[in-house]
């Protein structure tokens, strides 16, 4: 068939996220390749390749999610050791991308870590990026080599498009936590319908992972509002956003997130009764204990093995991008 490649497609995986590389694989109908991570006596990692690779279009399925540095280096000899064994390309697949919260300086003497997590990626022999929701878009512009930036909006949206009553459709209102993320809720709005607000939020530097809302922009009030966001990690801007929105009028709050992180007390926090319903995808694996009987994960693995199939065919990947630019 016109367009497919001729090269023999092999996706391998660290040990960060197995079951979604599996996934991944049953949706293409391929094996997983056979390789082996393992730690020597010291701590070091080390990965050995235990089958031919050579002229191979080789994809890693690795989020770089808690513990992010472990996940991270993983990755890293992963690319190396495939490189070198004679993949014809080796792409990164990185569901979540760590460190994309460190995309700047806030701060005189800050570093830029994003950008120098996607130079070991690039130098280690990566040729492609596969990637969903990073935290900052322009974050693709860190890399030199393509970069494909996947979303899981169009997955979220349906679930509530498909779970909600008729009513509640009716007065659905998508709500970004902070002004960096408008454009992801503006998209959500766009395919359910829903109005778009903004929750106005001053963030405290020098207080890690704690931020403080302040106002709404946009009518909550007898809305059922959904708060839209790339993470969720310590939970602290999704209970402040909910009580906010409560407090303005709006009749109930769910929340929903790409990237379920869920460290510290986000699990305290997510089960507070201002927040309905908490909507994930599995972008990185459930936290245990994270079982909270309002909390529901969605897969999207189909839409990675879209992607993959589509890279490997020489196909275009645009069509899967969304526009919420």
């Known amino acids: 068939m016109e367009g497919v490649s001729a090269r023999s497609l092999k996706i391998f995986t660290g040990s960060a996220h197995p079951g979604f590389a599996a996934e991944v694989c049953r949706y293409l109908g391929v094996e997983l390749g056979r390789g082996r991570v393992f730690r020597f006596s010291d701590g070091e990692v080390g990965f050995s390749v235990e089958e031919s690779v050579r002229g191979a279009d080789v994809y890693v399925i690795q989020p770089t999610c808690p513990p992010v540095n472990e996940n991270l280096m993983e990755l890293l000899i992963m690319v190396d050791a495939l490189r070198r064994a004679s993949a014809y390309r080796v792409n990164v697949v990185t569901p979540y991308f760590g460190y994309a919260r460190q995309d700047r300086k806030t701060k005189a003497r800050d570093p830029i870590t994003a950008k120098l997590v996607a130079n070991l990626i690039t130098i280690a022999g990566a040729r492609r990026l596969v990637v969903a929701d990073l935290h900052a878009g322009q974050i693709q512009g860190f890399f030199d080599i393509p970069v494909d930036h996947l979303t899981g909006v169009p997955l979220l949206a349906k679930h509530f498009l498909e779970s909600l009553p008729e009513s509640d459709r009716a007065n659905l209102v998508a709500v970004s936590p902070d002004v960096g993320g408008v454009a992801r809720a503006r998209y959500f709005a766009d395919l359910t319908g829903a109005d778009l607000a903004i929750v106005h939020k001053r963030r405290v530097y020098e207080a ?56 510290g007390p986000a699990l305290e926090r997510l089960s507070d009764d201002s927040i309905k319903s908490v909507v994930l995808t599995d972008t990185v694996p459930a936290k245990d204990g994270s079982a909270l009987p309002k909390m529901k994960y969605l897969s999207i693995a189909r839409l990675f093995a879209e992607a993959i199939r589509r890279i490997h065919s020489d196909h275009s990947v645009s069509v899967l991008f969304g526009n919420h630019g």
């Open 208 to 263: 890690i992972n704690t931020s403080a809302a302040l106002e709404v922009i946009g009518n909550v009030r007898g809305k059922v509002a959904v708060v839209v966001d790339d993470i969720i990690d310590t939970a602290g801007t999704m209970l402040n956003a909910a009580r906010l929105l409560l407090e303005r009028g709006a009749r109930e709050v769910h929340v929903c997130a790409t990237h379920g992180i869920l460290s």
